[in-house]
């Protein structure tokens, strides 16, 4: 197996089923998470009656699908059944066997079901969205805040009940809006002006971070639940659109921490669709005090500085003996651009 080098733009992913009943935001998060893959002639692709945590489906070459008692067909890649996938369910219907050279792409069954629902939903929704952003269209800050991780993946119907509960507070320039240590009692997002973090001496050689309109804080400390980590003062007059924390736990933090399931970890690990790697975020201390087997410690204190270190083709799955720590951790790689998830249960996961 390897990795093809030509991807599908957006346009040509609308054409497979169901890809075309996403709406363009949703296409284009999948877009940026397909898995691309090829196998040789010969190659056994899917068995009858396994389960999969992908859907795939033939972009170049020839398969066989043995469907059992449905007897057995031929598909080409560029074909109207080429657009169809493999194996549309969970549980694979047939046996597929690559006839020549094959190149496939692979979505995973969960996401595209999230993408799924949340399009319908945001077909009904569509007028009421557009009518709240009309009312912003001065300010880009709104648009700004859609794009970022954390928000693109808000159903709509979350997304509506956010912006009632916004509160607009002005502040002005030198004022300290959040403070080093203090409890996290609010979420805030820059609707106008210019904010800078300020960081404890011990981080002082890292460049300042200045805030511009559209960017948030004050996540973390409501994900994790422990004091601020920084302090953040405006560098001008502005306008902050803040949520109470009981309504950002509510609507926002159920999408920070996604989950994956022990026998979904071991399909991944059969099925070798794509790396992915066991991070245990504790202390080294409690760390070499027992772990899981193959993971690898990295501290959530130092995930930001070795982030450069990590591989973004790989999936990271946060063991989850940190605890709130765990969940920080997963949070955070995903606001960098990565993919992880927190290892949990059967019921954990599918919650």
Same mark, same amino acid.
């Given at each position: ?47 009858? /009656? !396994? %389960?999969? #945590? ?5 972009? $170049? ?6 469907? &059992?008692? =449905? ?16 194996n549309p369910g969970q549980s694979n219907p047939a046996s597929i066997r690559a006839v020549t050279a094959v190149r496939l792409f692979a979505v995973e069954h969960q996401l595209l079901q999230r993408l799924l629902g949340w399009s319908q939903e945001a077909a009904y929704q569509v007028s009421s969205l557009g009518e709240l952003q009309v009312e912003e269209q001065e300010d880009d800050w709104l648009a700004r ?28 320039? /030198? !004022? %300290?809006? #959040? ?5 996290? $009692? ?6 106008? &002006?210019? =904010? ?156």
């Amino acid at each position: 197996m390897s990795t093809a080098p030509t991807q599908l733009t957006c346009e040509q992913l609308s054409s497979f089923s169901p890809m075309d009943f996403l709406t363009p935001h949703y296409r284009q998060q999948l877009h940026a998470s397909l898995q691309y893959l090829q196998y040789p002639a010969g190659t056994p692709l899917l068995q009858r /009656g !396994e %389960r999969s #945590v992908a859907q795939y489906y033939l972009l $170049e070459g020839r398969v066989s699908v043995d469907g &059992g008692s =449905a007897g057995k067909q031929h598909i080409e890649g560029g074909s109207a059944q080429a657009h169809l996938p493999l194996n549309p369910g969970q549980s694979n219907p047939a046996s597929i066997r690559a006839v020549t050279a094959v190149r496939l792409f692979a979505v995973e069954h969960q996401l595209l079901q999230r993408l799924l629902g949340w399009s319908q939903e945001a077909a009904y929704q569509v007028s009421s969205l557009g009518e709240l952003q009309v009312e912003e269209q001065e300010d880009d800050w709104l648009a700004r805040l859609l794009a970022t991780p954390l928000f693109g993946r808000l159903p709509p119907s979350h997304l509506h009940a956010l912006l009632a509960r916004f509160e607009y507070v002005e502040a002005r320039a /030198g !004022e %300290r809006v #959040v403070g080093y240590g203090e409890p996290g $009692e609010h979420f805030f997002v820059l609707k106008r &002006g210019r =904010a800078q973090v300020s960081l404890l001496a011990a981080y002082r050689d890292q460049p300042a971070l200045v805030l511009e309109r559209g960017d948030f804080f004050g996540e973390e400390a409501l994900v994790s639940g422990a004091v601020r980590s920084a302090s953040v003062i405006m560098l001008e007059d502005g306008e902050l659109a803040r949520l109470h924390r009981d309504d950002f736990v509510e609507l926002v933090r159920p999408t920070l921490i996604p989950r994956i399931s022990k026998s979904d970890l071991q399909r991944l690990d059969r099925q070798g669709q794509r790396p992915h790697l066991l991070l245990d975020v504790r202390l080294a201390a409690e760390y070499r005090l027992g772990h899981q087997p193959e993971s690898l410690n990295l501290p959530v204190a130092n995930l930001r500085t070795h982030a450069d270190s990590l591989d973004r083709a790989t999936c990271y799955v946060v063991t989850p003996e940190g605890g709130i720590r765990s969940e920080l951790a997963v949070h955070l790689l995903n606001q960098l651009g990565f993919d992880a998830y927190l290892l949990g249960d059967e019921q954990s996961a599918a919650a």
